[in-house]
């Protein structure tokens, strides 16, 4: 609720709805997940979010620049073996991508993986328990407690990690093809725009139906363009 480029950003009005239960409802779709955890910080600010979802999903509330000791209790508290991260700016959150992901995942036995080549606001990120426990321990530095998963993969050799190929649900998109997440109001813009097209056609539309979208109308994607993300190594923590 306290971003600092989009204030309220938790709730912002998409098609009718909070932006957070989208993210929400398509991860309840997804077919690998065994419990959703709103984590979210433990401040006044977010009590609404706490109360709105506590009847949808497990809560857990923690620190709010610390997220990577927000994640940990979230982990612990739901006893989680396996964690996706799902970020609060995705309400465009594919289940097919995130069920191929934890199919992958499993297949290779590895500590950290995330999306390979995936649009911003798509992929997501997954890790083992036992490695976030490691790094929950071990991590000192602002930017790694704030953006959760750089010390998994900022040093080669610490943690078993590989990209996840999603190709095959990318429909021809890559990274830098389109931008998906919500940071900004130009980002919410599109997003809206995204929902009002293709909501009535099919209310669970993904990737596939975005990406032919982007072929029909591709000045609509134009809108946030210009957006820069912001470095993991940007941290909010401190003076």
Same mark, same amino acid.
């Given at each position: ?6 204030? #309220? ?6 098609? #009718? ?94 500590? &950290? ?9 798509? #992929? ?5 328990? =036992?490695?976030? %426990? ?8 602002? &930017? !790694? !407690? ?18 996840? %190929? @999603?190709?095959?649900?990318? &429909? ?9 997440? @919500? %940071?900004?109001?130009?980002?919410? =813009? ?10 009535? @056609?099919?209310?669970?539309? #993904? ?21 820069? !993300? ?10």
């Amino acid at each position: 609720m306290t971003s600092t480029r989009l204030p #309220g950003k938790a709730v912002v009005d998409i098609a #009718g709805k909070p932006l957070t239960d989208w993210i929400i409802e398509r991860a309840q779709r997804v077919r690998r997940f065994d419990a959703i955890v709103l984590a979210c910080p433990a401040g006044p600010e977010d009590d609404p979010l706490a109360v709105r979802y506590a009847g949808r999903c497990l809560v857990h509330r923690g620190s709010l620049h610390n997220v990577l000791d927000r994640f940990w209790g979230a982990a612990r508290a739901a006893k989680a073996d396996v964690i996706v991260r799902l970020t609060g700016d995705n309400p465009l959150l594919d289940p097919s991508v995130s069920d191929a992901m934890v199919e992958q995942f499993f297949q290779l036995n590895i500590d &950290y993986g995330g999306a390979s080549d995936c649009p911003l606001g798509i #992929g997501a990120e997954i890790f083992s328990f =036992a490695a976030l %426990d490691r790094a929950h321990s071990e991590t000192a530095e602002p &930017y !790694q !407690q704030e953006h959760v998963t750089p010390y998994f993969y900022e040093m080669p050799g610490r943690f078993r990690t590989a990209p996840l %190929d @999603v190709t095959p649900h990318r &429909y021809g998109l890559h990274h830098d093809s389109l931008r998906l997440t @919500v %940071d900004t109001a130009d980002d919410l =813009a599109l997003v809206r725009e995204i929902y009002r097209r293709l909501l009535p @056609v099919n209310p669970w539309f #993904g990737l596939k139906e975005i990406a032919e979208l982007a072929r029909n109308e591709p000045e609509l994607f134009e809108k946030n363009k210009h957006v820069r !993300q912001k470095s993991f190594k940007e941290s909010q923590i401190g003076p």
